[in-house]
């Protein structure tokens, strides 16, 4: 059966990680973003407005600190052990599917364990290569197995680290050009 026009199609919400990764894989220190990017943050800000954001309990308390989650414009999807309410999930999976549901785009945000179980799934990897050796202690996974394909870049130097905006794709069975 078709579905109907006026409700979202899961398989329509394409799912998107979105992520800035040091040299040295690292993300985070201390519960916090390891740097200030202003340019990245904007970066971040912009690619998911209006947008379904997956994200662990930790980075959720994270962002919600910093406000981006006021304005209504991002729907958080909380993987959460000890967390409940509407917006909780148990675990990964039902939190994507949740998303899916949605009919938004799906942004993976972190952290560790998100990104590493959402590498397999998602179509598109949007990483701002932050190109320094950065002390932390949380880390973005090895990715190149997964999104060996670089689709696009943007090389940033107004700040004192060096920003490479890019865009992989997967090799095609993911692809939402490509799916019949
Ligand atoms: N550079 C970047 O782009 C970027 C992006 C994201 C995060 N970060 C950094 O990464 C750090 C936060 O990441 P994190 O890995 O420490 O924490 P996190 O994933 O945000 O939160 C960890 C918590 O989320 C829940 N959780 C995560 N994965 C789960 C799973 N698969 N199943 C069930 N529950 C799960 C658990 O919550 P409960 O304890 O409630 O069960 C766990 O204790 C911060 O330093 C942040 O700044 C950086």
Same mark, same amino acid.
């Given at each position: 059966?078709?579905? =109907?026009?006026?409700?979202?199609?899961?398989?329509?919400?394409?799912?998107?990680?979105?992520? $800035?990764?040091?040299?040295?894989?690292?993300?985070?220190?201390?519960?916090?973003?390891?740097?200030?990017?202003?340019? @990245?943050? =904007?970066?971040?800000?912009?690619?998911?407005?209006?947008?379904?954001?997956?994200?662990?309990?930790?980075?959720?308390? /994270?962002?919600?600190?910093?406000?981006?989650?006021? @304005?209504?414009?991002?729907?958080?999807?909380?993987?959460?052990?000890?967390?409940?309410? &509407? @917006?909780?999930?148990? @675990?990964?999976?039902?939190?994507?599917?949740?998303?899916?549901?949605?009919?938004?785009?799906?942004?993976?945000?972190?952290?560790?364990?998100?990104?590493?179980?959402?590498? &397999?799934?998602?179509?598109?990897?949007?990483?701002?290569?932050?190109? $320094?050796?950065?002390?932390?202690?949380?880390?973005? &996974?090895?990715?190149?197995? /997964?999104?060996?394909?670089?689709?696009?870049?943007?090389?940033?130097?107004?700040?004192?680290?060096?920003?490479?905006?890019?865009?992989?794709?997967?090799?095609?069975?993911?692809?939402?050009?490509?799916?019949?």
């Amino acid at each position: 059966m078709k579905p =109907n026009a006026s409700s979202p199609d899961p398989s329509d919400a394409s799912v998107k990680i979105i992520v $800035a990764v040091a040299r040295n894989r690292v993300i985070g220190r201390n519960g916090r973003l390891p740097w200030n990017l202003p340019e @990245d943050w =904007n970066h971040f800000l912009e690619s998911t407005r209006d947008g379904s954001l997956v994200l662990g309990r930790r980075c959720f308390e /994270e962002l919600g600190a910093t406000g981006a989650l006021e @304005d209504g414009s991002r729907r958080p999807f909380i993987v959460s052990t000890t967390r409940s309410g &509407p @917006d909780c999930f148990p @675990d990964f999976p039902s939190a994507l599917e949740a998303a899916k549901s949605a009919g938004r785009t799906v942004w993976i945000c972190g952290g560790e364990r998100i990104y590493k179980e959402s590498l &397999p799934v998602a179509e598109e990897l949007v990483l701002t290569l932050v190109d $320094a050796e950065i002390s932390g202690d949380t880390y973005f &996974p090895e990715w190149s197995g /997964e999104f060996p394909r670089l689709h696009s870049e943007r090389v940033s130097r107004r700040g004192a680290i060096p920003l490479f905006f890019r865009v992989y794709r997967r090799n095609g069975k993911f692809s939402r050009s490509e799916r019949v």
